[in-house]
């Protein structure tokens, strides 16, 4: 969706668009408080790591260039990076020693000469694409720095912005800040946008001598406006500004951004019954008149199309529903799962890479796997695809308009004709021609009579 903001053109995209871009997305954060062997900007928000949103964001906001900074020998974050930008440029930041430090760790980005130098931080995931944007416009209309403030509701621990009416002087840190600069509600989002020509000369002259001894890149705002430079404000909300350190937080984020995207697929067209318990995932797409009912969740990679109907209890994952299909209540669509156009797929179905055609069946307690169901054919209530034999996955194929009874079993590999029919209970192990009825099951016995010369032997005496 594009609820992050990731639009490739708006209203507001205006000289900017020429200008070259470089993002620095700082991700050498220890995350300690995250309490996890997963480093921080790797944790996920609606499906996608933070630092996947941070570069799609900055991406759709026109940076060409995106410079990642992380910590020692964090390989698995310069992977994460890569895998969603191939072209990311990794620099490594070998001591933690405060923002501005982190950010001349990619001097050799910045020394290239974009215009633009937007700076992110990994673990500041939900700043859209337009905020990006509005700062890159305040580069283009001559600021040498700008800044997003934000009112806070506790300001404690955040960069106060000093100002003098609409001039922004500073931005004082809580920790050096004095009394009444504490009073400031106006807080530093963190994140910020340098003009390229002046960049590398106000980073270096950043300083280390302040409360805790560390490298300040919020310092850059006085020094440039020490030096006549214009400075810039812009306000965002805290909501859009917060940043992750802890669980409690990621899931605030998760909240945060979840509101987003189902406002997002609501305004365009969705219905939500009950938007509050549908979970989306940043890439979910949708088309017109999709239906989703109570409870349901997309993981990544979801495709719904025109006029489909998620019933409750769903989850759907790596999947493509086709126009008018209908899925759950209580389905699991697992990666790979195709439906064609008005598919159905009932209660406690589970399909996992497998294409079923248009107009296919599956309505009851059925497991579908690496399987390919051709047009019109129905898949009876009960009915396994066997994909595994220990050690190896196999396919099945069934073909248009064929019928498979319930309650049958489907040893793949195996091939299963168009219009053939499987009787219910069968185990089918080899493959079945088209048009062709099957059976693979025992033949039944019935013995007329049986029942009484049981009863008498082993029943109750003289009470039936
Ligand atoms: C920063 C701002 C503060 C602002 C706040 C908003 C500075 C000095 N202060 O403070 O004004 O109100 O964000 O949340 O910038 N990082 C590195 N290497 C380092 C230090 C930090 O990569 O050496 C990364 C962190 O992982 C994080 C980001 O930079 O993603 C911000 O650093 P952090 O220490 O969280 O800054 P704050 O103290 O929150
Ligand atoms: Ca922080």
Redesign the pocket.
Known sequence: MTTSGERASSPSARNHDARRCLAVV??????TRMRSRRP??LHEVAGRSMLGHVLATTTAAGAGEIAV???PDRDDVAAAAKKAIPAAEIHE?R????????VL?ARAAIARGAEDVIIA????PLVTAETFRRLREALADGAAVAVLGFEAADPT????LVRDGDALLA?R??KDASASERAITL?????MALAGSTAIALLEAVGNSNA?G??????VVEIAHRRGLATRALTVSEDE???V?DRAQLAQAEASFQKRLRGAALAMGVTLVAPDTVFLSADTAFGTDVVVEPNVIFGPGVTIGDGAVIHAFSHIEGATVGAGASVGPFARLRPGADLGEGARVGNFVEIKAATLGAGAKVNHLTYIGDASVGAATNIGAGTITCNYDGFRKHRTTIGANAFIGSNSSLVAPVTIGDGAFVGSGSVITADVPADALALGRGRQAVKEGWVPLFRDKFGPKGDH
Do not use: M, P, S, W
């Not at 807080?187 to 994140?191: L, S, T």
């Not at 560390?214 to 310092?219: A, I, K």
């Open positions: 700082l991700a050498a954060g220890e995350g921080k900007v900074v992380v910590g930041q001591e933690r020693l405060g923002t501005a430090h982190a760790a931080f990994g673990d500041t621990g955040y960069g106060r931005i840190e809580h807080c530093n989002g963190g994140v805790k560390e490298y300040y890149l919020t310092d500004i917060q940043g350190n």
